[in-house]
């Protein structure tokens, strides 16, 4: 097994969530929000165990699951696994909403430097073990989204750079991934839709530890500039 970041980066993303929601919870005396946000992270974390239990088992790159396309869905339940919650509870739609609206937002900036870390997938593309095709569709345009980071929390700490123009940025963070992504990884697999087919191919992704970046670590990346452009545009609505 290779030595990988995304275990260290799915830490540090449940870490900064669950640090913003205790921050926000000891500034408003909101515990009630506190504790959804907290149980909701737990979800979350159990989640990404059992994922990282099925890499480790090769579940992911298994020959069985070729032929059902699993680039183009197992993503999809994750997404399932962390908006259902989020869909059927008030108080935790109110504490991610309050947690987005009480942070500065350069900080929700600098947080996707951590996207700096496809800096590793690059090396590994170098030295032959990761397929170059994803690295150039995907991996170097996510590299240059998490170096623009460190220029959008300059700016925002500066004032140059307005909510819209925030909104915008994690929009473009978001399509940096969907769906070129999905798509491109079932391309790089065996089976109808296989074009990339020289080796390594996107079983490189989906082999452990790596499989933890694209079965929750990438999702989360995403549906945190989502989350954060969709209280953006709430916000512009109330004030409007």
Not at 29 to 48: E, K, N, P
Not at 98 to 111: C, D, I, K, N, S
Not at 204 to 221: D, E, G
Request: aromatic fraction near 12%; charge should be positive.
């Amino acid at each position: 097994m290779t030595l990988s970041l995304t275990p260290f980066l799915l830490m540090a993303q449940l870490g900064f969530v669950f640090f913003l929601s205790r921050r926000i919870a000891l500034q408003n005396r909101r515990i009630d929000l506190h504790r959804a946000v907290t149980l909701f992270l737990l979800w979350i974390a159990a989640y990404g165990v059992l994922t990282s239990v099925l890499g480790a088992r090769d579940f992911f790159i298994d020959e069985g699951l070729m032929p059902y396309l699993p680039g183009l869905w197992l993503q999809v339940i994750t997404v399932t696994i962390c908006v259902l919650p989020i869909m059927l509870f008030s108080e935790l739609r109110a504490g991610l909403a309050r947690l987005v609206e009480g942070t500065p937002l350069h900080w929700f900036a600098y947080f996707h430097a951590l996207r700096i870390s496809a800096l590793g997938t690059a090396y590994k593309t170098s030295i032959g073990e990761f397929p170059l095709y994803f690295e150039l569709l995907v991996g170097i345009p996510d590299l240059l989204f998490g170096l623009s980071a460190l220029m959008a929390g300059y700016l925002l700490q500066q004032g140059r750079m307005t909510r819209q123009g925030f909104f915008i940025w994690n929009l473009i963070g978001a399509l940096v991934i969907v769906p070129s992504a999905p798509i491109l990884l079932q391309m790089g697999l065996p089976g109808p839709l296989h074009v990339f087919t020289e080796l390594p191919d996107a079983r490189a992704v989906f082999t452990y530890p790596m499989s933890i970046a694209p079965m929750i670590v990438v999702p989360l990346f995403v549906l945190i500039n989502l989350g954060v452009a969709l209280q953006l545009w709430a916000m512009k609505r109330r004030e409007s």
